[in-house]
């Protein structure tokens, strides 16, 4: 399984549940429903379960499917469980893969966290039938990345290459215009003139646009702070 893009994470579904069959409605209440899982009628694990199969032996990384934008919750009702039901030398770990991106929108630049996969969650488990249903049966859980209850460990240069996106010392940036996109300069000599973007340079943050200057297209070298969709 490749992680290169969320596209290709979408491709092993989630075991009984898509997030696209969920409405947001749906997804408040499934997420919200174990406030206390101590209290929950299922916070034991039953006895008959169904098997579950696993290619590797030990703990391995696993992904889970949620309701997109209830990561975090999912994570905070995941913990609760794994403490509450005695699972800490099962479950390791549970992570939400993010990373800082420089937003540029009318004319500001600011940090924010983005989730690398919206969607997902990694857990470190190892892998047996009441691990897998503790996570499995965590509000907001939709299924682990797999097929029926098989989840797919991720392999190690999967891990590695979500740890090396998440410890990225420079942002990567976002920009609201893309090539070929009309936009108006905000800033500078060309203040007011629109033109269309021909060249966007990420590691310099720096655009080229082609504005009509005395009846001829000339390419100005711009900073992402001044420019804006048209």
């Given at each position: 399984m490749d992680l290169e893009s969320q596209e290709q994470f979408e491709q092993e579904p989630a075991d009984d549940l898509s997030a696209e069959q969920s409405a947001p409605a749906e997804a408040e209440r499934a997420v919200s429903s174990d406030s206390n899982p101590a209290e929950r009628s299922d916070a034991k694990i039953p006895d008959d379960l169904p098997p579950v199969e696993t290619t590797v032996e030990g703990p391995a990384w696993y992904?889970?499917?949620?309701?997109?934008?209830?990561?975090?919750?999912?994570?905070?009702?995941?913990?609760?469980?794994?403490e509450t039901m005695g699972m800490k030398d099962k479950i390791f770990d549970v992570v939400i893969p993010t990373q800082e991106e420089i937003e540029v929108k009318d004319g500001k630049r600011r940090t924010v966290?983005?989730?690398?996969f919206p969607g997902y969650v990694l857990v470190n488990m190892s892998l047996s039938e009441d691990s897998w249903y503790v996570v499995r049966n965590t509000p907001g859980v939709t299924g682990f990345v797999g097929m029926g209850n098989n989840p797919t460990p991720l392999r190690p240069?999967?891990?590695?290459?979500i740890v090396k996106r998440m410890e990225a010392e420079a942002p990567t940036v976002k920009v609201s215009f893309k090539l070929g996109e009309r936009v108006r300069i905000v800033d500078g000599p060309f203040n007011d003139f629109r033109g269309v973007v021909s060249e966007i340079d990420m590691e310099r943050t720096k655009v080229r646009v082609m504005v009509s200057f005395f009846g001829r297209e000339t390419p100005v070298e711009l900073d992402f702070l001044q420019v804006e969709k048209a």
């Open positions: 992904v889970i499917h949620c309701y997109s934008g209830y990561e975090n919750k999912v994570r905070h009702n995941l913990e609760q469980r794994i966290e983005r989730h690398i240069e999967e891990v590695a290459q």
